[in-house]
């Protein structure tokens, strides 16, 4: 059983059956949530991504030039995510940044 301070008392306690069994299941929603929440985060910065990019492909079909395979790898890699990345360990690498905000991860970058 957990512990739990009483604001009326101002002191610790052990939760009572019902408080433990509503502590347990807010627990539960917030954990069940933490991973979707991470793949939703790695979502936005995929379409940012693309959307930062599309300019150039959109420049490249104006002028009828064609992109580097790189740069298209590096596309089809963002929208590739979805589906090679799909567990909590890699999405935390996807989200990783150095101490200056930056991402760290290779996907990022072309």
Request: proline share 2%; with cysteine.
């Amino acid at each position: 059983m957990s512990k739990c301070f009483d604001a009326t008392t101002k002191t610790v306690r052990d939760y009572t059956a019902e408080e433990q069994a509503d502590y347990d299941a807010r627990m539960k929603t917030l954990n069940d949530s933490i991973v979707p929440r991470k793949l939703e985060k790695v979502r936005e910065l995929r379409n940012e991504k693309l959307s930062e990019s599309d300019w150039q492909v959109t420049s490249a079909k104006e002028k009828g030039t064609t992109l580097s395979t790189s740069f298209k790898n590096w596309r089809q890699e963002l929208r590739d995510i979805p589906s090679t990345y799909t567990t909590e360990s890699e999405y935390d690498e996807l989200l990783a940044r150095d101490e200056d905000g930056n991402l760290t991860h290779s996907v990022w970058s072309e």
